[in-house]
């Protein structure tokens, strides 16, 4: 194990499985303290006792899409050490064609992808700056860079997601807190495993990359973690694509999605 984050408190959401807990594992590895928030306390669980093996470790459940519970456990992780790093994590998809996008499920993205990456920045660069500065990273998307057909709330989200990240970073370098995104590609993850058990979604995504594989959780932490961690101390304001060069192509083709779902009408546009 590394001391190279001794003495730093990182707070990741969405951090029970997954990417998030890939970061959480980077960060612990390298000396660092934790606390991850999720809404599953038996992923929660899980994750705890792993982590613990490396370090000190404590969980939050919490829900990202409400200010007060994402209040409560930065508060609540705050008071154990003072943070210094924050890993807006948590995320949703959805996938529905434009005229059938119902309201509920285009305002239930946003306010998880979203407004949850806003509340994450706002209470925990707050707590971040009081302890003298440190760093904060999300996880954005391809989807935030390149289009993908049916799936406007879920790129609109992400887009969203590395304005804010450039917005704080401007706001906040005067306080010490350096804010950066990762736009991850495709990720053997669990949100994931539909697009790896469609073949031709499969492998037109493969058929996108330079780097022709699909990444794993590891591969956006170790990105993760130079983001926020002594080496990349002069860096603030960056969106970082780790997607085997996804983002020099085009998004991918969710048309066999869309006609299962919906239908060859809708999704050709014959409302």
């Known amino acids: 194990m590394s001391e190279k984050l001794h003495g730093q408190h990182a707070f990741i959401t969405g951090g029970g499985s997954g990417i998030g807990l890939a970061c959480a594992r980077a960060f612990a590895a390298d000396g660092a303290r934790v606390s991850i928030m999720g809404r599953s306390r038996e992923k929660l669980a899980g ?98 860079v390149r289009t993908h057909r049916f799936m406007h709330a879920y790129c609109v989200s992400k887009a969203g997601v590395d304005m804010l990240v450039r917005n704080s970073a401007d706001e906040l370098g005067v306080s010490g807190v350096r804010v950066n995104s990762v736009c991850p590609g495709l990720v053997d993850t669990e949100i994931a495993q539909g697009l790896f058990n469609t ?17 794993e959780p590891e591969d956006i932490a170790s990105a993760v973690r130079f983001l926020c961690g002594p080496e990349s101390s002069w860096i603030t304001g960056v969106v970082l694509s780790v997607d085997g060069g996804h983002h020099l192509r085009r998004g991918p083709n ?12 809708i999704t050709e546009g014959r409302y």
């Open 254 to 265: 969710y048309e066999p999605f869309s006609r299962a779902m919906f239908g060859d009408d």
């Open 199 to 215: 073949d031709a979604v499969h492998q037109d995504y493969l058929d996108c990359m330079p780097i022709r594989r699909t990444g």
């Open 47 to 144: 994750a705890l006792e792993e982590l613990r093996a490396l370090g000190q470790a404590e969980a939050y459940p919490a829900d990202v899409s409400s200010e007060a519970e994402v209040q409560a456990a930065i508060d609540a992780a705050n008071a154990q050490a003072p943070l210094t790093i924050a890993v807006a994590n948590a995320g949703i998809g959805g996938l529905a064609p434009l005229a059938v996008t119902e309201d509920a499920d285009w305002q239930r993205i946003l306010q998880t992808n979203l407004t949850g990456t806003f509340y994450t920045f706002k209470h925990a660069g707050k707590a971040i700056a009081l302890a003298g500065g440190g760093a904060m990273c999300a996880i954005s998307s391809i989807a935030g």
